[in-house]
């Protein structure tokens, strides 16, 4: 029996963006997404099952994750910070993702040239951190030891200061071909708050140089930090799109971690309390307005282009379930049906690395995937285009009272009404919403969502 729709009615009549739910789901509810504990790893050691695990799943795309856990100092906002960098950081981590990388290529020998690689992404911490010449070594290393295709986007990401033109040279003559800036602000009083050393002056000479090196550079934007208002934001994406040459901006909603030192000193009085929800819809409202009157193009939730050569290819192919070989200390990736997880303390990786093992700390069962057919997979696959499936994707017991809810939300201002082959084209407001909606709808068909 389909549900009645009324628990999943959105208000009508006020302003979509700021009022159309109570507040934004901040996570699977009970009767939607059911996670389950994977069971144990029976399958051996990566030696004993990487290379057939490589070959089960060859119509997947393959992608290659390299973690850089080092940074130079903590980010306020930020619960990803693991190692500090030091004068020889560079290199020692460096000499460890080689041997990493060399023993991964050997285990799979016989069959590492039948996948071909669509995207290498370095992601951290601050990968910009490390030196040029080692950088610019494993980028040839693995290009040298994958299939990696001729157009393959290969990603490094970075911070402003210390991501210099020289070194955007050199990985470029290496293989890079895209340079993702964690901006997060423009504002250098906010900026510094932060923690974010580097002012605006600074974010323009480094993203001149960036883009001087002939890479695909984008800009990342946060909005929701305490004290940061919708006219900083609408500034933010006025400088990077009028004062630089960069060709992709995305716009992420800060999350607030527990015991963040920002949310420390939010608790101490030390910064003012964030945005409440109808400040931050408002943000992301302005910051909408203003790409779109920049010429920028939404082409995913958190993503937006001015250039055709913004393909984001690493992250849709994250989204879509590619297969990830990890690399690096605490990389996480899968392959095939398992799911690997690099380990996390530093020590413990570079013993198993001196040891010539892939440097695991988890191996399970990869979750199951929705079925290509399955209505998980039709909302992940239409929310990714910022749309909502059209009722042919949804089971067949549950259309009419969809058609219901469907029309419901485009009344109250979250579906534009237009519709193509892809959905149902998301509003402005629809997109603020979009998580929501799609944990709503979720529970109303009462799909599983497993991974
Ligand atoms: S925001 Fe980036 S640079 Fe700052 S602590 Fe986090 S990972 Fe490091």
């Known amino acids: 029996m389909p549900p009645d729709i009324e628990p999943f009615l959105a208000r009508v009549g006020g302003d979509p963006l700021t009022g159309a739910f109570e507040e934004r789901a901040s996570g699977p509810s009970a009767g939607g997404m ?52 030091s004068k020889t950081f560079s290199a020692e981590y460096a000499a460890l993702l080689a041997q990493e990388i060399e ?97 605006r002056n600074e974010i323009r000479e480094n993203l001149d140089a960036l883009c001087a090196s002939g890479a695909t550079v984008v800009a990342d934007l946060i909005y929701g930090f305490p004290g940061q208002t919708k006219e900083l934001l609408v500034e933010d994406v006025r400088f990077l799109s009028e004062e630089t040459g960069i060709h992709g901006l995305d716009l992420y909603k800060l999350n607030m971690f527990p015991d963040s030192p920002l949310d420390k000193a939010v608790r101490l009085g030390k910064m003012p309390a964030p945005p409440s929800l109808r400040e931050r819809a408002e943000m992301f409202g302005a910051a909408y307005a203003a790409l779109l009157a920049h010429g920028h193009e939404h082409f995913s939730p958190k993503h937006w282009r001015r250039d055709a050569k913004e393909r984001c290819i690493y992250n849709r192919l994250a989204l879509g379930g590619a297969d990830m070989l990890p690399f690096g200390s605490g990389a996480g990736g899968r392959l095939g049906a398992v799911s690997l997880g690099n380990a996390g303390m530093l020590e413990t990786y570079a013993e198993k690395v001196a040891r010539g093992e892939k440097p695991l700390g988890r191996i399970a069962p990869s979750p199951r995937r929705d079925a290509p057919d399955s209505f998980a997979h039709a909302l992940t696959t ?52 979009s998580a929501h909606m799609k944990t709503l709808l979720l529970d109303f068909v009462g799909a599983t969502k497993s991974d």
Not at 61 to 70: C, D, K, N, T
Not at 144 to 170: L, N, Q, S
Not at 174 to 181: D, E
């Open 382 to 433: 239409a929310t990714e285009s910022l749309r909502l499936p059209r009722l042919e994707s949804w089971p067949e017991s549950h259309r009419q009272q969809g058609e219901k809810l469907l029309a419901q939300w485009r009344r109250a201002g979250l579906l534009s009404g237009e519709e193509d082959e892809h959905g149902l084209r998301l509003t402005c407001a629809g997109n603020f919403w």
């Open 34 to 85: 059911r996670m389950r504990t994977p069971p144990p790893w029976d399958g051996g050691p990566f030696e004993d099952f990487a290379a057939q695990a490589y070959l089960e799943t060859t119509e997947r795309p393959l992608a290659l994750y390299v973690h850089v856990p080092f940074c130079h100092h903590h980010c306020a906002f930020c619960p990803f910070y693991k190692n500090r960098t």
């Open 103 to 199: 023993a991964t290529a050997r285990v799979l020998r016989g069959v590492i040239h039948l996948r071909p690689v669509r995207a290498i992404y370095f992601g951290g911490g601050t990968p910009s951190d490390l030196e040029a010449a080692d950088m610019a070594r494993l980028i040839r290393q693995l290009r040298a030891a994958f299939p990696v295709e001729a157009d393959a986007e290969i990603t490094v990401e970075g911070r402003v200061r210390g991501f210099t033109g020289d070194k955007a040279k050199a990985w470029v003559n290496a293989g890079a071909n895209r340079f993702s800036l964690g901006v997060q602000t423009t504002d250098t009083k906010l900026r510094r708050r932060l923690g974010r050393i580097a002012d």
